[in-house]
């Protein structure tokens, strides 16, 4: 204890260097950590959502708050007429196992609930793009009559920059590709009424041209454990050549 106190007053600025390098990685390190908990929090909630009873989408009028990430049923008849595609969309799981492609199209269709005049947007799943021929989307089979959807809900269906402020385009299917959808703006254009989100289909629905293989979700904690580690190991390693500088200086000067 006594060598150390004398290597501080013998090495001030080595000493207030190394102590203000240590309480940074030690303080941003607990602060990692603290994120991580948070993330696995938040991670652990989405799951008991998911896995809880599903929501009915007919029951109400239910708010984003009340539905969001939870589990929900909607019982409805689809409006293909009415459906757009959302370009720029990556695989859901970074990249089609079949294709190799990484890059398509989301399918984003009204379904109209049961008896009600509200609709409810469903992501139907995720197409390729052709290199070949831009607009080019699959054939999407679309069940008439009524139908059971089943998926968890999400406030929109990501979002890409904006290079025009209307649609972009026009599918081989007739469809218009967008490359956002705002749900507010939509119900003020048109005065429709609609839940004010998206419900993400799940992957088990009969096959219909799209492609379901939605990414299990990912709480990000790792990522902050390793910065966490980092830090920690930043703190240590100050210590540790503050201390073998100062044996060292010393073993000089008693040489």
């Given at each position: 204890m006594l060598m150390i106190f004398s290597d501080i007053?013998?090495?001030?600025?080595?000493?207030?260097?190394m102590i203000c390098l240590v309480a940074i990685g030690t303080s941003l390190g607990?602060?990692?950590l603290k994120r991580a908990a948070?993330?696995?929090?938040?991670?652990?909630?989405?799951?008991?959502?998911?896995?809880?009873?599903?929501l009915s989408a007919n029951a109400k009028a239910w708010t984003l708050n009340e539905a969001l990430h939870h589990r929900m049923m909607a019982k409805g008849?689809?409006?293909?007429?009415?459906a757009i595609w959302l370009e720029n969309r990556p695989h859901p799981r970074g990249r089609d196992p079949q294709t190799g492609i990484a890059t398509g199209f989301f399918l984003l269709m009204p379904l109209q609930l049961n008896n009600q005049k509200t609709i409810i947007w469903v992501n139907r799943g995720w197409a390729p793009r052709s290199f070949d021929q831009l607009n080019k989307v699959p054939e999407v089979i679309t069940p008439k009559g009524e139908v059971e959807v089943?998926?968890?809900?999400?406030?929109?269906?990501?979002?890409?920059?904006e290079l025009g402020k209307d649609?972009?385009?026009?599918?081989?299917?007739?469809?218009p590709i967008q490359e956002n959808l705002d749900l507010a703006k939509l119900q003020q254009s048109e005065g429709t009424q609609q839940l004010?989100?998206?419900?993400?289909?799940?992957?088990?629905a009969i096959k219909d041209g799209l492609q379901r293989l939605w990414a299990s979700p990912d709480s990000g904690a790792e990522k902050h454990l390793g910065y966490a580690f980092q830090w920690f190991a930043l703190a240590c390693m100050s210590l540790v050549f503050w201390v073998v500088t100062g044996l060292r200086a010393r073993s000089k000067s008693l040489g």
């Open positions: 007053r013998r090495r001030p600025v080595a000493a207030m260097a607990i602060w990692q948070y993330k696995e929090s938040i991670a652990a909630s989405l799951q008991a959502k998911e896995q809880a009873e599903p008849i689809y409006l293909p007429t009415k089943t998926g968890v809900v999400f406030e929109a269906a990501g979002k890409t920059y649609g972009v385009g026009v599918a081989s299917d007739g469809l004010p989100f998206i419900l993400r289909q799940d992957e088990n």
